[in-house]
């Protein structure tokens, strides 16, 4: 439709040319010729061949002139661009004209405005089409009553009124001005059958913005059933007011049926793109859309409806939650052969989907693929900015903040955005002064004082963020620059953390900065970051656990979806833990792993579940234990060793050692790490100790055991004196007092000898164990140095082996001089 445009608009202009011109040669005027018949591909093979002969620049600049119109026509205004870059030609009327032409066809709106402006001031042969390009061009910027005002000036010219009317009217439709818009349509006499059609698309539409759909379904169904003769822009335009029409009755799955059926018969025209948007727009409006059209043509090999509707398939499947298969889809497009500039949004949608994802390099390549298409001026300054945006969220920051600069120096709605994101870019990179300079021109271009302070707000708590000794003074100064903004409230959220995580911790002015952050009306995120932080504060104040506990139940009641729900759901399981109301905390627990599966907090929460669901101690809940152990196990995480002790120790304790010794040696032979194969190997010799009481013979095999665990010379001292007492154990068991004293005293000596920390547990246990074999024995006066040394230990239980020391000595007269 716009090369029939452009060759009708080359007619026009060329009859006028040539009343001026009455001197053309024959043989420009036959290498011309093919461009009124509608294939100018030939007439600029020709005329590029007369270029390239040496003519004297008045002929030069006439063959130029024609090659321009032919290239236009032909659809190539990169070309013409070239061709018109020449000095000869900058300055010349015609040049201007073509320029500001093949500016527009490339969408350069903001480039080709005021090369059309100044033809309209000008008196030549191309004013008025300078006028009605300049109407269409800022109609394309957004600028609508600009645009009015330009066709109006043409509405009484007799070559360009009907035109110029139908623009006119096409804009008050826009502007929704009814009154104004019928009164052109009833002024326009079209002279064509193309005219007329345009003129009944419009009608229909005015019928749109009056309310009344089923009139307008009428006025485009003529056209719609008897298309012959239509020209394909206003056969789309027939084509979205049908769907406009069922939006507005209600009854998108009607309207979708239009749709899809020029989609079925057209899998190549050149505005599917459109058409499929506008497809789109009529699913999003349906309760349940169906896929099946989508699904067909995806399997189908046409192009480029095969990949358009994986796009809208990709669109259809997030919307439904199944991302992976969006994923695929959009994958799939990517790697097709159809490379058009149509598909560069699709790719954009793509690389924002993975951002969603937090796929980051993957999207920066994928914005690389969508450059290659060429895409528009304005979705390129998009896809730089999502690249930007893209290297800040991986942190590369000096990388993001390049970028940033360079959109916020261009002339794009992007470019306050840009410098504020700059802005940040640098305070994140911690070059201050950097940051100043963008801010400084962000104030200087207008940027309004929310963006202003919250760049200062950042500032502070960036500081904050790295423990700088500014951060309060950067607080308390915006919270003094912007009193009534309300963020004040994050500022002051910001200083109640300083406080906190001051050492020592400030808490009375943790509180108090808390308390004015939620006094008035504080912002979401204050009000969530000071419930969070109130939670530790009066954890670390020592305040009763039943209130932390209700803090902790509160924040998770008003901010379930908040990123510190874990963390916080995770004190509420360990404080319930703590105050052994295991079900409780069992439950917390099971949450927090149900809502990140994908987490390393899911294992430890999953362990720590199983943990009090053990402590309970009923039959089922050790059974629940199991379970919840094995979950740990096939998480194959760092903790599923120490989870496959546990499930034996409950094996244990459900009188199963057979079980227990086959998980025991599952550890054992396992890649698990020192402390859990010492656990499982002393566990295993306590199962063969528990044996004895009906197998004598396993005494031995524990002790065997034990001595393997007491001999490693790497054994912290706390396993070997818990080896060296059970085996002190199993030796009293099978009758040999002797070597049971012996081997008590082995860890007392040991200790006293040993460099390391003093371990009093077993070393206690060891003592009064090898003093009662003497008190039974009646050797009282050994019996008194053991308990000498346990009362020289000094520890928990010095006092009790004291008392019996004493009882002795009264008992049997052993007193020292």
Not at 45 to 58: F, Y
Not at 66 to 92: G, H, S, W
Not at 225 to 252: D, N, W
Request: net charge neutral; with cysteine; hydrophobic share 40%.
């Amino acid at each position: 439709m716009r090369r029939l445009t452009l060759i009708r608009l080359i007619g026009l202009i060329c009859a006028v040319v040539s009343l001026a011109r009455a001197d053309i040669s024959v043989e420009i005027a036959q290498a011309s010729a093919p461009i009124s018949e509608g294939v100018p591909e030939v007439a600029v093979v020709r005329l590029q061949s007369l270029l390239n002969r040496n003519l004297a620049e008045p002929e030069w600049r006439a063959v130029a002139e024609k090659l321009a119109q032919a290239q236009m026509a032909a659809n190539a205004p990169e070309d013409t661009l070239v061709l018109l870059a020449d000095a000869r030609l900058r300055d010349l009327p015609w040049a201007k004209f073509w320029r500001a032409q093949a500016l527009a066809t490339l969408h350069r709106w903001a480039d080709a405005l005021p090369l059309y402006e100044q033809l309209t001031n000008e008196s030549s042969p191309f004013q008025r089409a300078a006028i009605f390009g300049a109407g269409e061009t800022l109609r394309a910027l957004g600028k609508r009553h600009e645009a009015l005002k330009k066709f109006l000036l043409l509405i009484h010219d007799k070559q360009w009124a009907t035109r110029a009317q139908l623009r006119a009217a096409e804009l008050y439709i826009e502007l929704g001005n009814a009154s104004e818009t019928r009164r052109i349509l009833e002024q326009i006499q079209p002279t064509s059958v193309a005219e007329r059609r345009e003129r009944r698309v419009l009608r229909g539409r005015l019928e749109l913005i009056l309310h009344r759909p089923e009139r307008a379904i009428g006025m485009f169904e003529a056209i719609l059933k008897r298309p012959e003769g239509t020209p394909h822009a206003t056969l789309i335009a027939a084509l979205f007011g049908t769907a406009e029409a069922h939006l507005q009755l209600k009854t998108p799955e009607t309207g979708d049926d239009v749709l899809e059926r020029f989609i079925d018969r057209h899998y190549a025209d050149a505005d599917l793109p459109m058409v499929f948007a506008k497809l789109d727009e009529l699913y999003r409006a349906e309760y349940k859309p169906s896929r099946n059209e989508l699904e067909k043509w995806v399997r189908r090999p046409e192009q480029p409806r095969r990949t358009i509707a994986r796009w809208y398939l990709a669109r259809l499947e997030i919307r439904a939650g199944r991302r992976e298969r969006a994923r695929q889809l959009f994958t799939d497009l990517r790697r097709t052969v159809i490379k058009l500039p149509a598909m560069s949004p699709a790719l954009f949608e793509f690389a924002e989907f993975e951002m969603d994802d937090r796929h980051f390099d993957e999207a920066l390549a994928i914005l690389d693929d969508a450059r290659l298409l060429r895409p528009e001026p304005v979705l390129l300054t998009r896809i730089d900015f999502l690249s930007a945006q893209a290297h800040y969220l991986a942190r590369r920051f000096d990388t993001a903040t390049a970028v940033f600069e360079q959109i916020a120096h261009r002339d794009s709605p992007w470019a306050k955005a840009a410098l504020f994101n700059a802005s940040s870019g640098w305070l994140q990179a911690g070059n201050h002064a950097r940051f100043m300079t963008d801010y400084s021109e962000l104030e200087q271009k207008g940027g309004n004082e929310q963006s202003r302070a919250d760049l200062r707000l950042e500032e502070g708590l960036m500081e904050a963020a790295k423990s700088d000794k500014k951060a309060a003074a950067s607080l308390q100064r915006f919270i003094h620059d912007f009193p009534n903004n309300p963020r004040v409230s994050e500022a002051w959220v910001g200083l109640a953390e300083l406080a906190f995580h001051s050492s020592p911790p400030r808490l009375d002015e943790a509180r108090k900065s808390l308390e004015h952050a939620t006094t008035d009306t504080p912002t979401a995120a204050a009000s969530e970051r000071a419930d969070y932080l109130r939670i530790w504060v009066e954890e670390t104040a020592g305040t009763d656990e039943s209130k932390v506990v209700e803090l902790a139940k509160r924040f998770l009641e008003q901010h379930g979806q908040s990123p510190f729900a874990p963390e916080v759901r995770m004190k509420l399981a360990e404080l319930y833990y703590r105050r052994q109301d295991f079900a409780n905390a069992q439950t917390q627990f099971e949450i927090i792993a149900q809502q990140n599966p994908n987490e390393s907090l899911a294992e430890k929460a999953l362990y720590f579940a199983a943990e009090s669901a053990m402590s309970s101690m009923s039959e089922h809940t050790l059974d629940r234990a199991l379970v919840l152990f094995d979950q740990v196990v096939q998480r194959n995480g760092s903790m599923r060793w120490a989870a496959r002790n546990e499930q034996a120790v409950i094996e244990r304790k459900l009188g199963k050692p057979k079980e227990a010794l086959t998980l025991y040696d599952e550890v054992l032979k396992s890649d698990a790490g020192a402390s859990e194969k010492r656990e499982a190997l002393c566990g295993k010799g306590d199962i063969f100790f528990e044996a004895g009481a009906t197998d004598p013979n396993s005494y031995q095999r524990a002790i065997e055991i034990y001595d393997q665990l007491a001999s490693d010379k790497e054994e912290s001292i706390h396993w070997r004196n818990q080896a060296l007492f059970k085996k002190g154990l199993c030796l009293e068991k099978k009758g040999d007092r002797a070597g049971s004293l012996a081997t008590f005293y082995k860890i007392l000596e040991d200790e006293s000898l040993s460099g390391e920390r003093r371990e009093l547990f077993w070393y206690y246990k060891a003592g009064f164990n090898a003093a009662r074999l003497l008190e039974e024995d009646s050797k009282w006066e050994s019996a008194v140095a053991i308990y000498d040394k346990l009362v020289a230990a000094g520890g928990s239980r010095s006092e009790e082996a004291k008392a019996r020391l004493n009882n002795i000595r009264l008992e049997h007269f052993l007193w020292t001089n």
